[in-house]
């Protein structure tokens, strides 16, 4: 079981960046899967998450309207399209799963048992 992050990197504030995570030993779309982040010195929290199944989507208030999350079942693969970024955006932003079925809403306020290494986005001047 792999989960590798990939698209982080620096944005000024009002970008946009794509970040992919590419899942192996388990299919993509037959799990809820999602995104966390972790600022420093902050607890580390959900930002969206989707489901098994029904493949519905869940936002954190704070990036409501500008991430979108989407899965590739051909590429096993799930994004985090963020848009309108800004500083308080800033953070490492880890791709996780429990790699079972399950809400998307559910895995959100959990904590998954399977976890990429992460990617740091900067939202920067």
């Known amino acids: 079981v792999q989960l590798v992050e990939s698209g982080g990197g620096l944005v000024q504030p009002g970008g946009s960046l794509r970040l992919s995570c590419a899942a192996s030993?388990?299919?993509?779309?037959?799990?809820?899967i999602g995104w966390f982040r972790q600022a420093p010195g902050k607890e580390r929290e959900g930002v969206s998450c989707?489901?098994?199944?029904?493949?519905?989507?869940y936002y954190a208030d704070s990036v409501k309207g500008r991430f979108t999350i989407s899965r590739d079942a051909a590429k096993n693969t799930v994004y985090l399209q963020m848009n309108s970024l800004q500083p308080e955006d800033t953070a490492v932003y880890y791709c996780?799963?429990?790699?079972?079925?399950?809400?998307?809403?559910?895995?959100?306020?959990?904590?998954?048992?399977?976890w990429g290494q992460g990617t740091q986005v900067t939202v920067s001047s």
């Open positions: 996780a799963t429990d790699g079972d079925y399950g809400l998307g809403s559910y895995l959100c306020s959990s904590l998954p048992n399977y």
């Open positions: 030993g388990f299919a993509a779309d037959y799990i809820a």
């Open positions: 989707i489901s098994s199944r029904d493949a519905t989507t």
